[in-house]
Nanobody
Framework: QVQLVESGGGLVQAGGSLRLSCAAS????????MGWFRQAPGKERELVAR????????YYVNSEKGRFTISRDNAKNTVYLQMNSLKPVDTAVYYC????????????WGQGTQVTVSS
């Protein structure tokens, strides 16, 4: 059974940085699309960044590009989300997800990790 486990969340002051990790196990993710999502209370879950495992190509949503960086470590089967210049509006539960192709649905999800940014 494929599994994703997030870690690295916590409490940080505005302007600070965090690096989230998503450890993948239980199968081969070499052809998968990986994504970081977030969901704040009362809001819809939204895509933050996306990465194709096979070639490392990335995609960022709106203004998050420049503050957030998605990357991978093939040896560790881990995807990261580096978050810099954090703002209180970034406060949310952050989820790692995976799908087999760009056209597929996101069908593998981690448990989420809480990120809280104080002002």
């Amino acid at each position: 059974q494929v599994q994703l486990v997030e870690s690295g969340g916590g409490l940080v002051q505005a302007g600070g940085s965090l690096r989230l990790s998503c450890a993948a196990s239980g199968g081969s993710f070499s052809s998968y699309i990986m994504g970081w999502f977030r969901q704040a209370p009362g809001k819809e879950r939204e895509l933050v960044a996306r990465l194709a495992w096979n070639d490392g190509s990335t995609y960022y949503v709106n203004s998050e590009k420049g503050r957030f960086t998605i990357s991978r470590d093939n040896a560790k089967n881990t995807v990261y989300l580096q978050m810099n210049s954090l703002k209180p509006v970034d406060t949310a539960v952050y989820y790692c997800a995976a799908k087999r192709s760009y056209g597929a649905s996101w069908d593998v999800w981690g448990q989420g990790t809480q990120v809280t940014v104080s002002s």
